[in-house]
């Protein structure tokens, strides 16, 4: 069965330093997401991308944060100088559709960013 | 903008019994989807059911299924025949275009 492929599973940074997290997601998939889980608290939506633009962001998704499909396969969540309170789960998703058109939103297993 | 609201943060079942998770929402749109996320303690996402506003029939998954009242807004999950396996976290989500908002969160726990 296809699945979304996160990696690493785990990151470690230290505050200030910049840190790309990478995600492959279904082959045939078009549309691809980014949200992120603090721990204890709810997922929330970061940003949506489709045909190598982003279709749309949440307030968290500041000038710090930027996604990039750099080679048709990979789909990358870059934070450019990380602050304590990016230390989050970060989820990779994709769908076929748009999940306003009832696109099934397919989820990695997530990446676990710790800043220190 | 659309928000999803989970009153129980934490729900226990006895195996093999059923278990009831309630979601409201709130929306201005005719047509959404909703969902069931659980999130297992390895903190995957996994769908669970969805629901497709404009569908009056209630979706149902094996031993999961939901009761829909699109006027209520409401979207509860019932789990029937509770199994050790089902303990997690469940997400209710609302569909927006491009984006799930999420709610709260209910942790089951299922007791042997």
């Known amino acids: 069965e296809p699945e979304v492929t996160q990696t690493p599973s785990h990151q470690v940074t230290q505050m200030g330093q910049e840190v790309i997290l990478r995600c492959v997601p279904i082959s045939n998939h078009l549309y691809f997401y980014w949200y992120r889980q603090i721990l204890g608290q709810k997922v929330e939506f970061l940003v949506s991308f489709y045909n190598n633009e982003i279709s749309e962001k949440s307030e968290i998704f500041d000038d710090q944060f930027s996604v990039e499909r750099p080679d048709g396969s990979n789909f990358t969540l870059k934070i450019r100088s990380t602050k304590l309170e990016d230390s989050a789960m970060y989820f990779c998703?994709?769908?076929?559709?748009?999940?306003?058109?009832?696109?099934?939103?397919?989820f990695g297993s997530g990446t676990q960013l710790s800043v220190l | 903008a659309q928000t999803v609201t989970q009153s129980q943060p934490e729900m226990s079942v006895q195996e093999a019994e059923t278990v009831t998770l309630s979601c409201t929402y709130d929306t201005s749109e005719n047509n959404y989807y909703l969902f069931w996320y659980k999130q297992p303690p390895s903190r995957q996402m996994i769908l669970v059911i969805r629901q497709e506003a404009y569908k009056q029939q209630n979706a149902t998954e094996n031993r999961f299924s939901v009761n829909f009242q699109k006027a209520a807004k409401s979207f509860s999950l019932k789990i029937s025949d509770s199994q050790l396996g089902d303990t997690a976290m469940y997400f209710c989500a609302f569909m927006n275009d491009y984006k799930l908002s999420f709610g709260a969160g209910t942790t089951v726990t299922v007791r042997a």
């Open positions: 998703a994709s769908s076929l559709d748009r999940v306003g058109n009832g696109g099934w939103l397919f």
